[in-house]
T-cell receptor
């Protein structure tokens, strides 16, 4: 499935900049996720939204600020980032994590935004 | 302790041959799901196959099958008739139904295996 889009695909920013990553899903899902993928590390879950409510904040620094205005859109606002924040940021969506059926929780990912912080 | 272990950093296979990518997992939750994803160099994570802990049969999806051995806690991915386009990073992931008392859709990923298909 290619129903999750992310913009921009590449982003270079300085440590004092403010930027936002955008994710949109066209799958009719109710849950959306942000992941961080750094070199030589497993994917790390950052945030989870279910029915627009944030249900997980995996100890993410406050310089990352998520926003979920509706079930189809998810943003990640970035400000005063550090060079170690350079990574691939992946957005995903799933039908509903609380449905009771793990398979219904299958997450579909977008293409990612490759972020470089100078 | 790592919840998902993929012991093969890299694998090579000849085109049209089958290849097995290893994955072992660790959980005390009786209800869980195992997922395999493919990540080409473009970065997108592509869902391949799912196996539920209560499923009696091994999952299959086209050329992908999952060799699920519950007692050994392994969920190896088998790709039959490899194609050049199969060259990518492959991730095994687990979703526990109740992870530490919560169920927030958290997928735990392994480190991944880079598969290279030779012509």
């Amino acid at each position: 499935e290619t129903g999750v889009t992310q913009t921009p695909r590449h982003l270079v920013m300085g440590m004092t900049n403010k930027k936002s990553l955008k994710c949109e899903q066209h799958l009719g899902h109710n849950a959306m996720y942000w992941y961080k993928q750094s070199a030589k590390k497993p994917l790390e879950l950052m945030f989870v939204y279910n029915f627009k409510e944030q249900t997980e904040n995996n100890s993410v620094p406050s310089r990352f600020s998520p926003e979920c205005p509706n079930s189809s859109h998810l943003f990640l606002h970035l400000h005063t980032l550090q060079p170690e924040d350079s990574a691939l940021y992946l957005c995903a969506s799933s039908q509903d994590w609380a449905s009771g059926a793990v398979k219904a929780d299958t997450q579909y990912f977008g293409p990612g935004t490759r972020l470089t912080v100078l | 302790a790592q919840k998902i272990t993929q012991t093969q950093p890299g694998m090579f296979v000849q085109e049209k041959e089958a290849v097995t990518l290893d994955c072992t997992y660790d959980t005390s939750d009786p209800s869980y799901g195992l997922f395999w994803y493919k990540q080409p160099s473009s970065g997108e994570m592509i869902f391949l196959i799912y196996q539920g802990s209560y499923d009696q049969q091994n999952a299959t999806e086209g050329r992908y099958s999952l060799n699920f051995q519950k007692a050994r806690k392994s969920a190896n991915l088998v790709i039959s008739a490899s194609q050049l386009g199969d060259s990518a990073m492959y991730f095994c992931a687990m979703r526990e139904r109740w992870a530490g008392g919560t169920s927030y859709g958290k997928l735990t990923f392994g480190q991944g295996t880079i598969l290279t298909v030779h012509p």
